[in-house]
């Protein structure tokens, strides 16, 4: 069965401070994984997706296989990056999403 | 485009009674999930239609059912309701022979008193 893990409920950071939101994920097979985010009174909107391999608001995240991981990265956190962040995997092409619980981020001026 | 669009946007309803909840997909999709968000959790996902057809399924019980329309439209019907159904429940749309990003509706908050 497929499961995405994110260890952190809550990370607060600085504004201008690095971010790292961490994603784990357990699937046998070659999942495609997802970035989504919520802000403030917003619906979910996708991030990014691993294999556009772009950078979106200056975050990006990298698959790791061997780690099975999927962790989004930005070098300096704005304070409009406060939101939640939810990291999800889909088998592939038209399966459904399986979601983590999320992470809440809040950028501190 | 008003994007992916849901009614109600609240709703009350006591233990027993049954809802139907309703999505309009963004325009140019003809591909429905539903998924169940409960307070503090990521969504679940609980079933998918295509073509008038449920597709994949979670693991929910028979009380859930949905149903597509030609304008591939969908409704989402929960019979005999518990209280651990109060949830955020959220409608995703995407256009299956593309690519497989969803679209999330801003979704439908059920309170089972």
């Known amino acids: 069965a497929q499961r995405v893990t994110q260890p952190e409920k809550l990370l607060s950071v600085f504004k201008g401070a690095p971010v790292e939101l961490k994603c784990n994920y357990s699937?046998?097979?070659?999942?495609?994984l997802f970035w989504y985010v919520q802000y403030s009174r917003q619906r979910l909107q996708l991030l990014l997706r691993h294999i556009s391999r772009e950078s979106i608001k200056g975050f990006t995240a990298d698959l790791n296989k061997g780690e099975t991981s999927f962790h989004l990265k930005k070098p300096f956190a704005q304070e409009e990056d406060s939101a939640m962040y939810y990291c999800a995997l889909s088998r592939g092409y038209g399966q459904n999403f399986v979601f983590g619980p999320g992470t809440r981020l809040s950028v501190l001026p | 485009d008003a994007g992916v669009t849901q009614s109600p946007t609240h709703l009350i309803k006591t233990r027993g009674q049954q809802v139907t909840l309703r999505c309009s997909p963004k325009s140019g999709h003809d591909t429905v999930s539903w998924y169940q968000q409960a307070l503090g959790q990521g969504p679940q996902f609980i079933f998918q239609y295509y073509e008038e057809e449920e597709r994949q399924r979670g693991n929910f019980p028979d009380r859930f059912s949905g149903h597509q329309f030609p304008n591939y439209s969908s409704e989402l019907n929960v019979n005999a309701l518990l209280l651990g159904d109060s949830a955020l429940y959220l409608c995703?749309?995407?256009?299956?022979?593309?690519?497989?990003?969803?679209?999330f509706g801003p979704g439908t908050r059920l309170t089972v008193l």
């Open positions: 699937y046998s097979g070659s999942p495609e």
């Open positions: 995703a749309s995407s256009y299956r022979t593309g690519t497989d990003t969803q679209y």
